[in-house]
């Protein structure tokens, strides 16, 4: 089973920049949509961007202009470019895709990001 592993977090004040980063640890040329999830303690996991093996993307509607993206299947990496960053963006990002209905991976560790005002 591929195992992704995410790192680029850290602490930014407030209309900064950070870049997310998800190395996994097989090929995922293959996976139709790989996305970025989100989750702060006591709530349940979000979605926050995902992007097909054709490169089409979505935003959730809060990082739209925001959040930008990215895979690079010859390197089996997934990215996620953040800038205008706000407090309400702290949390633990996690990576993770679907593939025929099922995750491609178990949940990693994830990255903290954190948001200062």
């Known amino acids: 089973q591929v195992q992704l592993v995410e790192s680029g977090g850290g602490l930014v004040q407030a209309g900064g920049s950070l870049r997310l980063a998800c190395a996994a640890s097989?090929?995922?040329?293959?996976?139709?949509?790989m996305g970025w999830y989100r989750q702060t303690p006591g709530k349940q996991r979000e979605w926050v961007a995902d992007?097909?093996?054709?490169?089409?993307?979505k935003y959730e509607d809060s990082v739209k202009g925001r959040f930008t993206i990215s895979r690079d299947d010859s390197k089996n990496t997934l990215n996620l470019q953040m800038h205008s960053l706000k407090p309400e963006d702290t949390a633990v990002y996690y990576c993770?895709?679907?593939?025929?209905?099922?995750?491609?991976?178990?949940w990693g560790q994830g990255t903290q990001v954190t948001v200062s005002s």
């Open positions: 097989g090929s995922i040329f293959s996976f139709n949509v």
């Open positions: 993770n895709g679907v593939d025929k209905g099922a995750w491609v991976a178990s």
């Open positions: 992007i097909t093996s054709g490169g089409s993307t």
